[in-house]
């Protein structure tokens, strides 16, 4: 299984903290957006955005990065510094 956390308003535009996912369902970090925007139209309008961050592991990387079981995935939306 893969954990799937979501952060900030991410969270609360999804009403869910976390979910796990199928390890053997995806392979990417890309896979697990389009398995999430498939899960309804208004995650499919909250995972269309490119600007969406992800991590695996706690480290920031991009939609290309592979993912395997135990993996934790996080998703969160950009950030901005004052």
């Known amino acids: 299984m ?3 956390v979501f952060f900030a308003a991410l969270r609360e535009q999804l009403n869910c903290a976390e979910l796990t996912i199928a390890a053997n369902e995806v392979s990417t970090v890309a896979d697990i957006k389009k398995q999430l925007a498939n899960k309804n ?20 990387v991009n939609a290309e990065t592979q993912v395997k ?7 969160f939306p950009p950030v901005t510094g004052g």
């Open 69 to 75: 079981a135990g993996d934790e995935i996080a998703f």
């Open 41 to 60: 139209e208004h995650w499919q309008q909250v995972f269309s955005n490119g600007a969406l961050l992800s991590a695996v592991n706690h480290d920031m």
């Open 2 to 4: 893969i954990k799937v």
